[in-house]
């Protein structure tokens, strides 16, 4: 078990704690919101939806409350971190009640033999609930540094939750889902946390060694081979997930985050080299021989090979549809609900709820979300710059690590980049499980910027001024 260290993490004298900032750049969040769920209604029934004044009150609620808990409990954090994910949610649900409203999508969950029930509404209890876990770890965590007694715990937790959907039925070609009965979670959201506690605090251990111990060879410092131990088991599990869960998605987050963490501690361009070099090595080996790689493989290097043909597969079919809402979306989109992303069928509010902004807000509106997703990421750096301790550097710039990550596999699949995951956009997509575990996630960013930026406390009057004052006669 690690030893929590004494270094301080108390900021600069006299920091504003910027409360009035946030609370500014909230309200300024959620006009955006409702605006955009009154353009929607708008768009496809010519008036106001009747639901738009329940979904202010329950945005201005949940905001407010998330905001009087960070006024209360982390009164310096940063002013930007909780505005940001609250209109990234507020607009999810907007456009998850846009696609609800689909003809096209009741008519397919007919087809598919089952009845058809609207996402918005859990999405809000869901997003309800979210901010309930954000209020929790920020009033039950009063110090980052606390989680890096639980290093080798969070490893432990972290297994648990990535080898369990092992033994539960696969959905949609892959095993990331723990079933029972009508509930059901997605541990891989959960998961990403505990694994950037646990590289955290072993890297707090073991980032001497393996920064200073290592052979020059052709410009670059090579790792000893007592050292590639931990890499290599990191590869091997991923590797694992990739081919006993078929998640694509949760094994490139699961080494990706590793290798970044790795290389901001030991500030070794190698590790990134090897890192691309077995990564590529094991997706390309894994897609030789597994048939659901392969089909997303072939779905990534030709969209259009099957389209429109009888029995043609789910995931080319649907990558296809996206790349055309991109295209018809053009520079400023068609408008909010004048789209026909709903084509993609039962994954348009999921995995691919960003083509639905491509084609209906255009590539301005792509441009103005991934800005907002990549001011999040920011902010976490930020944070981690600000931090004064080692591990709360490494636990935020893990944190922005797997934020981006995800966000980079989601948006890189959708678009064509690279094949398609089976992750879901934080806060934009349908999903309890990542809306939970990404409002704790940006609940832990928001603890280590207030330790981070809490001014220092007043010195403590010397008990040896008396003696030394100069007495005049």
Do not use: C
């Not at 859990?122 to 980052?144: N, P, R, W």
């Not at 691919?352 to 999040?376: D, P």
């Amino acid at each position: 078990m690690s030893v929590v260290t004494n270094t301080t993490t108390i900021g600069a004298i006299d920091a504003p704690s910027r409360r009035n900032t946030e609370l500014i750049m909230m309200v300024f969040a959620i006009a955006i919101s409702v605006f955009a769920y009154a353009n929607v209604g708008l768009a496809i029934d010519g008036k106001l939806p009747s639901g738009m004044l329940g979904y202010g009150a329950g945005l201005v609620l949940l905001g407010g409350v998330a905001h009087l808990v960070v006024r209360k409990f982390a009164p310096y954090a940063d002013p930007l971190l909780l505005p940001l994910a609250t209109l990234l949610n507020g607009l999810g649900l907007v456009l998850i009640w846009r696609l609800d409203q689909s003809q096209r999508l009741i008519q397919d969950a007919a087809r598919r033999g089952y009845t058809y029930s609207p996402d918005a509404p859990k999405q809000l209890l869901y997003s309800a609930i979210g901010v309930a876990f954000f209020v929790a770890v920020l009033m039950v965590l009063k110090d980052h540094r606390v989680l890096q007694r639980y290093t080798y715990i969070s490893m432990v937790v972290a297994l648990v939750l990535l080898i369990t959907p092992i033994f539960f039925p696969e959905v949609n070609g892959a095993k990331i889902w723990i079933s029972l009965g009508p509930f059901s979670i997605q541990p891989g959201e959960f998961a990403k946390i505990f694994i950037a506690i646990f590289f955290s605090g072993y890297l707090m251990v073991k980032r001497d060694a393996l920064a200073l111990a290592s052979r020059r060879f052709m410009g670059m410092y090579l790792p000893r081979g007592r050292d590639l131990g931990p890499i290599l088991t990191i590869w091997a599990l991923s590797i694992l997930i990739l081919v006993f869960e078929t998640d694509l998605g949760t094994s490139l987050l699961f080494f990706g985050l590793f290798i970044v963490m790795l290389y901001v501690a030991t500030e070794r361009t190698s590790w990134i080299v090897f890192g691309l070099l077995m990564s590529g090595a094991g997706a390309v080996g894994v897609a030789t021989f597994e048939p659901h790689v392969q089909q997303r493989v072939d779905a990534w290097v030709d969209p259009f090979k099957n389209f429109g043909q009888t029995g043609a597969s789910g995931a080319s079919e649907q990558i296809a549809q996206s790349l055309m809402s991109f295209g018809s979306g053009g520079t400023l989109g068609s408008g909010l609900g004048q789209g026909h992303s709903d084509l993609i069928m039962f994954a348009a509010n999921a995995d691919f709820i960003l083509s639905t902004v491509g084609e209906e807000l255009g590539l301005a509106g792509m441009m103005a979300v991934l800005l907002v997703y990549g001011l999040i990421v920011e902010r976490g750096i930020r944070t981690a710059l600000a931090a004064r301790d080692p591990f709360g550097k490494l636990l935020a710039v893990g944190l922005s690590g797997a934020f981006a990550i995800q966000v980079f596999v989601v948006a890189g699949g959708v678009m064509g980049l690279i094949p398609l995951s089976g992750m879901t956009m934080p806060f934009l997509a349908y999903g309890g499980s990542s809306v939970l575990a990404n409002w704790a996630l940006i609940a832990i960013l928001i603890r280590i910027s207030d330790t981070a930026r809490r001014p220092a406390p007043a010195p403590a009057p010397s008990p040896d001024a008396e003696m030394t004052q100069v007495v005049r006669p």
